[in-house]
């Protein structure tokens, strides 16, 4: 069983930085990918960005495109999300996971979810 563990949310002004991480804990840890979604209030569950474990390919949404830097330290079984240029639109519960499956940027495909850490951007 993998249990994963989300740090590094916080406040923050527009424009201002932050990274969150994601660290995987579990006898073996072997993912194809992991990846971030986030939450909003009162709206559904999306993607953000994702890396496959082995070669480091990764895959993003629209809106985080050149703002959003998703990277891995496979040997601290470790992925984080840097977060420049913030928006109050960022605004959201910010989860990670885990798949073994190919479909990365599907939500359905993830086994793994981690608690979530709450990012806030203000005016």
């Known amino acids: 069983q993998v249990q994963l563990v989300e740090s590094g949310g916080g406040l923050m002004q527009t424009g201002g930085s932050l990274r969150l991480s994601c660290a995987a804990s579990?006898?073996?840890?072997?993912?194809?990918?992991m990846g971030w979604f986030r939450q909003a209030p009162g709206k559904e569950r999306e993607f953000v960005a994702a890396?496959?474990?082995?070669?480091?390919?990764?895959s993003y949404t629209d809106s985080v495109k050149g703002r959003f830097t998703i990277f891995r330290v496979n040997a601290k079984n470790t992925v984080y999300l840097q977060m420049n240029s913030l928006k109050p639109e960022d605004t959201a519960v910010y989860y990670c996971?885990?798949?073994?499956?190919?479909?990365?940027?599907?939500?359905?495909?993830?086994?793994?979810w981690g608690q979530g850490t709450q990012v806030t951007v203000s005016s």
């Open positions: 996971a885990a798949t073994k499956k190919f479909d990365r940027r599907v939500e359905s495909s993830y086994d793994y």
């Open positions: 579990g006898r073996t840890f072997s993912p194809y990918a």
């Open positions: 890396i496959t474990w082995i070669d480091g390919t990764t």
